[in-house]
Every structure is written in structure tokens, then in C-alpha cells.
């Protein structure tokens, strides 16, 4: 059986800044109201026969939205990203967020940022495609630790009405 969470009656949403670097259109600052759809399937199970919970997906999804809201999401790992007095081989994310300010340049633009301000994301690029995937990989890595009866977690984060995109996790 499969299980559908629609994102905006759901209000799992979240307005952040990005920047695709290289991109001629998307590679300077610019930001999106996101929302985020969700699809489950999997064998009913437990006490009340649910595939899972919906108040556990919305409120997992729910948290991540809220992580990433109003802040400047940063691809950690993309190669056109030059941080100060960071090295993405040796380092640790964790070690960008403890500092008070970020610096780095993007085709020779430089930029200093709160850190406070920014979410740092283990990802190559902040597209939709890339999002989609850390929220399914994500959801899925939290829901397993509940769930056994799952067969694959889909997230469509969509940048507005009629465009994102969507990431499915196998099980």
C-alpha cells in the first residue's frame, strides 16, 4: 500500500537562499519558497495496520524543513565552492558550523556569511534533484529506525507549483 503527504496542505515547507555554481542563471543568489511531497510504500503493519504513521512522517519532515528555512543552503562538497581556512578532504562540516563567519569564493566572487546563517550540506549541489535525494535519504535512514515494512521513501521537493523533483530510496 502506498501513502501520499501533500506538502502544501501538509505545510512542509521551508524558503531558503542557494546558488548553483556555474550555472548561468542559477549561479548567483537567489531563493525559492520550497514545499515538500512525500510518497511511502510499504506492507500495512502493527497494532492500527498503518504503512507508517503520518504524524512520524510529517513531523520527520517537518523537522527537516524547519532546519533549512530562512538560512543560505551551502553545497559543501561542490568543486566550484572555495572555502578560507577549509579543506573538504580533511575537514569536517561540523567545523564550518562552529565557526562564527564563513568565507569563500565562487568564480572569483568572494562572500563572508554568518555561519549562523547557512546550512552547510554534504552535497555536491543545492538543486532540487540534489535535495530531493538528502530528504529521502534522510527520511528513510529515520524512518527505518522504526519501521520494517517499508518498501521505498519518495520526496519531491518542489522549488513551486509545477517544478521540482523527485528522489526515491529503495528499502
Given at each position: 500500500?502506498?501513502?501520499?503527504?501533500?506538502?502544501?496542505?501538509?505545510?512542509?515547507?521551508?524558503?531558503?537562499?542557494?546558488v548553483?555554481p556555474?550555472?548561468?542563471?542559477c549561479?548567483?543568489?537567489?531563493?525559492?519558497?520550497?514545499?515538500?511531497?512525500?510518497?511511502?510504500?510499504?506492507?500495512?503493519?502493527?497494532?492500527?495496520?498503518f504503512?507508517?504513521?503520518?504524524?512520524?512522517v510529517?513531523?520527520?519532515?517537518?523537522?527537516?524543513c524547519?532546519?533549512?528555512?530562512?538560512?543560505?543552503?551551502?553545497?559543501?562538497?561542490?568543486?566550484?565552492?572555495?572555502?578560507?581556512?577549509?579543506?573538504?578532504?580533511?575537514?569536517?562540516?561540523?567545523?564550518?558550523?562552529k565557526?562564527?563567519?564563513?568565507?569563500?569564493?565562487?568564480?572569483?566572487?568572494?562572500?563572508?556569511?554568518?555561519?549562523?546563517d547557512?546550512?552547510?550540506?554534504?552535497?555536491?549541489?543545492?538543486?532540487?534533484?540534489?535535495?530531493s535525494?538528502?530528504?529521502?535519504?534522510?527520511?528513510?535512514?529515520?524512518?527505518?529506525?522504526?519501521?520494517?515494512?517499508?518498501?521505498?521513501?519518495?520526496?519531491?521537493?518542489?522549488?513551486?507549483?509545477?517544478?521540482?523533483?523527485?528522489?526515491?530510496?529503495?528499502?
Amino acid at each position: 500500500m502506498k501513502i501520499l503527504v501533500n506538502g502544501i496542505q501538509s505545510n512542509l515547507r521551508f524558503s531558503s537562499a542557494h546558488v548553483i555554481p556555474g550555472h548561468e542563471s542559477c549561479g548567483f543568489i537567489h531563493g525559492h519558497s520550497y514545499f515538500v511531497d512525500i510518497e511511502i510504500e510499504g506492507e500495512r503493519a502493527g497494532e492500527f495496520e498503518f504503512v507508517v504513521d503520518f504524524k512520524d512522517v510529517k513531523g520527520l519532515t517537518k523537522a527537516i524543513c524547519d532546519e533549512l528555512d530562512h538560512r543560505m543552503l551551502i553545497p559543501v562538497y561542490n568543486d566550484l565552492i572555495d572555502f578560507k581556512d577549509f579543506d573538504k578532504e580533511k575537514d569536517s562540516i561540523f567545523d564550518l558550523k562552529k565557526a562564527k563567519s564563513v568565507y569563500f569564493k565562487i568564480d572569483g566572487k568572494g562572500y563572508a556569511l554568518p555561519s549562523v546563517d547557512c546550512v552547510f550540506l554534504p552535497l555536491p549541489y543545492t538543486s532540487a534533484e540534489e535535495l530531493s535525494k538528502f530528504f529521502a535519504e534522510t527520511l528513510a535512514k529515520k524512518l527505518s529506525e522504526t519501521y520494517d515494512n517499508l518498501e521505498y521513501v519518495a520526496v519531491c521537493v518542489n522549488e513551486g507549483i509545477g517544478q521540482g523533483a523527485m528522489y526515491r530510496k529503495d528499502l
